[in-house]
């Protein structure tokens, strides 16, 4: 993943069915979460005073900006969710659907600084 580039990871709100997403970049060889987006204010989901800031997205929903939160040891575990979630890695152009490749698969996203 080259320096400066965004990855985000969207997927759907097991809860209420809204959009969410956590956007990351390649800082100088350190994975940070750099943004996230809210549907709403739901269960888990908000703003945390001092982390970030938050804007109003077009189309509804907010965006929580300037985060710069480094992702401990450049990788993020999580467990993909089935088709109805929808977790989706997204670079640039590229779209990974992760919910169709592996549901229920444990998947470690780890930042390559080759």
Known sequence: ????????LRW??????????DCFENRAGQLMLTRS??????????EVEGRGTLTPAPGGGYWITDMD???????????IGSEPVGHILYAGDTML???????????RLTLNAD
Do not use: W
């Open 69 to 79: 939160e480094p992702v401990a040891e450049n990788s993020l575990t999580l467990r």
């Open 12 to 21: 759907v709100h097991s809860v209420t069915g809204g959009k969410v997403a």
């Open 37 to 46: 987006y809210l549907h709403d204010f739901a269960a888990g989901l908000g």
């Open 97 to 107: 659907p992760l919910s169709t490749l592996a549901p229920g698969a444990r998947a």
């Open 1 to 8: 993943m080259p320096e400066g580039q965004e990855i985000c």
